[in-house]
């Protein structure tokens, strides 16, 4: 069992920056792929980025590639994702998950609450 917990979302002018972290409990986190999703006002929840248990490998959707980076801390139990440049179209509640395939589509099995992220234009 693996509980996950997001913060680190605001409000962010167009072109700024914000850091999500994802902390996360359980005896699994260090073997866990780790993923960041987003879902936006009466859109579907997309893939952003993922990254595998050791952070070897990391995938980013087409969308935030060049601007965002994922990487994890596992001695700290956590899963970060740095946003730059950030338009307005980034506005989204960003859910972290844990499973066990970090290469796109994946699979997960665990979902934090969600943080919202909104880019003011």
């Known amino acids: 069992q693996v509980q996950l917990v997001e913060s680190g979302g605001g409000l962010v002018q167009a072109g700024g920056s914000l850091r999500l972290s994802c902390a996360a409990s359980?005896?699994?986190?260090?073997?866990?792929?780790l993923g960041w999703f987003r879902q936006a006002p009466g859109k579907e929840r997309e893939f952003v980025a993922s990254i595998n248990w050791n952070g070897g490998s990391t995938y980013y959707a087409d969308s935030v590639k060049g601007r965002f980076t994922i990487s994890r801390d596992n001695g700290k139990n956590t899963v970060y994702l740095q946003m730059n440049s950030l338009k307005p179209e980034d506005t989204a509640v960003y859910y972290c998950?844990?499973?066990?395939?970090?290469?796109?589509?994946?699979?997960?099995?665990?979902w934090g609450q969600g943080t919202q992220v909104t880019v003011s234009s």
């Open positions: 359980g005896r699994t986190f260090s073997t866990s792929a």
């Open positions: 998950a844990a499973g066990r395939v970090a290469r796109p589509p994946g699979k997960y099995d665990y």
